[in-house]
């Protein structure tokens, strides 16, 4: 059974467009992430959720909005896609906080915007 | 969270160990050192952690100075499959700054066969 999931695994869109990334995880983990991989392939934070309420939000532009319907999910829209949002989105889960713990992570979204 | 420095990349003969550095000098008392590595196009995956004594387990051993100023990850038999990106991360295990990793460029490392 697949950890980490995402869907879709690549996204082609043009400019303009708002698009949505799912991720699920059967971890029973409480915490979700994610990650934005660039072209030069710098990994950096960008959410993080914990039992559905938000921790960390990272300098985002405001048109990221991730939404935590359950535990379990936590999904990433992305409205009037720019040029520069193409990268490679990763989801990733972790138990919690307060004991050092490894981060599950999933395997990417590559998104292009034309 | 502490900053990290690694070499760029190395190559490792296959079978051979795969033993890669990282310094992290200004390490404070409360943060761990992380090892996660990431093969071509896929998410990173986590190898080992540790605080101030030396770690073992079925991917690798992690080396740590007595001062914790710097660490080795150690890959006993490096196989063909070993080959990746793998990032030396440090952090604190709770509060502020214990969520995210930060990864920095990491060492590619190419096992050669």
């Known amino acids: 059974d697949t950890a980490v999931s995402q869907t879709p695994k690549y996204l082609v869109t043009q400019m303009g467009n708002d698009k949505s990334i799912k991720c699920e995880q059967n971890?029973?983990?409480?915490?979700m992430y994610w990650y934005k991989q660039d072209s030069k392939k710098f990994l950096k934070i960008m959410f993080s959720?914990?039992?559905?309420?938000?921790?960390i939000n990272e300098t985002v532009p405001n048109r990221f909005s991730p939404k935590s319907p359950d535990k379990a999910h936590l999904n990433l829209h992305i409205n009037s896609l720019e040029l520069g949002d193409s990268a490679v989105y990763f989801c990733?889960?972790?138990?919690?906080?307060?004991?050092?713990?490894?981060?599950?992570f999933g395997p990417g979204t590559r998104l292009t915007v034309t | 969270d502490a900053k990290t420095t690694q070499p760029t990349s190395m190559d490792c003969a296959e079978g051979r160990a795969a033993n890669l550095p990282c310094n992290h000098s200004?390490?404070?008392?409360?943060?761990?050192v992380y090892w996660y590595r990431q093969i071509h196009s896929q998410g990173p995956q986590y190898i080992i952690h540790?605080?101030?004594n030396n770690e073992t387990n079925e991917m690798a051993s992690l080396i740590i100075t007595e001062d914790r100023k710097s660490s080795t990850l150690i890959l006993p038999h490096a196989t063909l499959r070993d080959t990746a990106v793998y990032y030396c991360?440090?952090?604190?295990?709770?509060?502020?700054?214990?969520?995210?990793?930060?990864f920095g460029k990491g060492t590619k490392l190419s096992v050669i066969p």
């Open positions: 990733a889960s972790s138990q919690g906080a307060g004991v050092p713990e490894e981060q599950y």
């Open positions: 971890l029973g983990h409480d915490t």
């Open positions: 959720y914990n039992n559905k309420e938000l921790i």
């Open positions: 200004t390490i404070s008392g409360n943060e761990y």
């Open positions: 540790g605080l101030k």
């Open positions: 991360i440090v952090r604190v295990a709770s509060g502020a700054g214990s969520y995210q990793l930060t």
